[in-house]
């Protein structure tokens, strides 16, 4: 006969206007929901795909990291002048952008959680939903790439300081994407050019 694993236990993340706690989910024994963290002041709260970690972005340029099992902060980011930061599908980075001066200054970070250290930087001018994220994780964090001019380029997931590995050129490419699971696929956008 099949063992039957017992289902995670649900938490709920409550958002309110000053931060966001944590409380025990359902069945509630007291019919009140128990706090199994109490209100953590910030911005904003997102959760990475596979549930493994908390993004927490407060209002002073820190963004903290949080396990989910544990509940801890495990790792704290100060980042000035961020305008976006995302945490890649599994938990295992942070990407962040900041408001740069000059080309010279490499405005997009790419932070390995685990150690705190950056393993990936460029300069973007701008950002608008079709280029942010500037690197793209597949669900798996198997494939890693970023859209450049008339070109996508792959990086080696485990090892970003060998910069981009291939690259696959597509003229006038303006989009990109990658499949969710399994991670071997990428749809690039073209837009219709007037001849």
Do not use: H
């Not at 709920?12 to 509630?28: D, H, Q, T």
């Not at 007291?30 to 795909?49: H, M, N, W, Y």
Request: glycine share 4%; with cysteine; aromatic share 10%.
């Amino acid at each position: 006969m099949a063992v039957v694993e017992p289902s995670p236990l649900l938490d709920i993340l409550v958002r309110e206007p000053e931060g966001f706690a944590i409380w025990n989910g359902p069945p509630f024994p007291s019919g009140q929901p128990g706090i199994k963290l109490d209100r953590v002041p910030c911005t904003s709260a997102k959760f990475s795909e596979d549930g493994s970690k908390l993004m927490v972005t407060k209002s002073d340029s820190i963004i903290s990291i949080f396990d989910c099992k544990t509940l801890k902060e495990i790792r704290s980011f100060n980042v000035p002048n961020v305008l976006a930061a995302v945490i890649s599908p599994c938990g295992t980075y942070l990407q962040t952008f900041q408001k740069c001066s000059s080309p010279q200054d490499k405005n997009v970070v790419l932070w390995k959680i685990e150690n705190g250290e950056y393993v990936y930087q460029l300069f973007q001018k701008n950002m608008t939903k079709v280029t942010w994220p500037s690197v793209r994780f597949s669900s798996d964090e198997t494939v890693a790439c970023r859209l450049a001019t008339n070109e996508i380029q792959f990086f080696d997931p485990r090892d970003f300081s060998k910069g981009f590995v291939n690259r696959l050129r597509v003229p006038a490419i303006a989009a990109l994407e990658l499949s969710k699971a399994p991670g071997s696929y990428v749809a690039a956008f073209v837009p219709e050019s007037k001849v």
